[in-house]
């Protein structure tokens, strides 16, 4: 596609309940990067894929936190048992390589657990 | 002490004003720097990139990096009621891809 695509824009979802967020990257870009955006702070990093491989998840916050990627394309970003610190903006970023350069965000998912 | 320092405003000048912008840093080993400008409800878009310290301008909008001071600047010449946005510096090392990421600050232009 023409940008980074990502789905649904917003999310409304009660504590404790699973949620999927999903992220249609630039054709062609290998790699995939997932950052957290909350109120008053800057982007925090999650974890990178380069192809369908992630080697790199230090960023996710705890192990209800999860990722994939297949086909080398469409990445979903899974939390498990919502919490209220878990509100915030999800941005996905695609890049033509796994070099830090070439950064294209997509415009995230606003996720509110209430 | 977050890695990346950056006053989040907000910031309010007039159309014509000159704004200024920037961000401090501690980790030593950024070498690449960047300003994003992110509109309400957008992703963050790419508005300047530099390597290492010195001025680059690109029409309104000149960068500056000085490593000696780890302090990095934007300004914005001939401010316009559509350069309202949240600014966000970001930086990485030479051989990471995971950037880091000021706090944003906020700018309205008031017309």
């Known amino acids: 596609g023409a940008g980074v695509s990502q789905s649904p824009s917003n999310k409304v979802t009660e504590k404790g309940k699973d949620v999927e967020l999903r992220c249609d990257p630039i054709?062609?870009?290998?790699?995939l990067y997932w950052y957290r955006q909350s109120l008053g702070q800057g982007l925090e990093f999650l974890i990178y894929f380069q192809g369908n491989s992630a080697p790199d998840k230090s960023g996710l916050p705890s192990d209800r936190f999860s990722a994939e990627r297949t086909g080398g394309s469409v990445s979903t970003l899974t939390i498990q048992r919502t919490q209220q610190e878990d509100s915030a903006v999800y941005l996905c970023?695609?890049?033509?390589?796994?070099?830090?350069?070439?950064?294209?965000f997509g415009s995230g998912t606003r996720l509110t657990v209430v | 002490q977050k890695e990346v320092e950056q006053d989040p405003g907000p910031l309010s000048v007039p159309e014509g004003a000159i704004v200024s912008l920037n961000c401090t840093y501690s980790n030593s080993a950024f070498q690449y720097f960047m300003w994003y400008r992110q509109y309400s409800r957008k992703g963050p878009e790419l508005l300047m990139y530099?390597?290492?310290?010195g001025n680059k301008e690109d029409g309104r909008f000149t960068a500056q990096v000085d490593k000696s001071s780890k302090y990095i600047s934007l300004f914005i010449r001939d401010s316009q009621p559509s350069d309202s946005a949240t600014y966000l510096c970001?930086?990485?090392?030479?051989?990471?891809?995971?950037?880091?990421f000021g706090a944003g600050t906020t700018v309205t232009v008031r017309a």
């Open positions: 530099t390597y290492s310290s």
């Open positions: 970001a930086m990485r090392r030479r051989d990471d891809y995971k950037l880091s």
């Open positions: 054709s062609g870009h290998t790699a």
């Open positions: 970023a695609s890049s033509p390589h796994g070099t830090g350069d070439g950064y294209t």
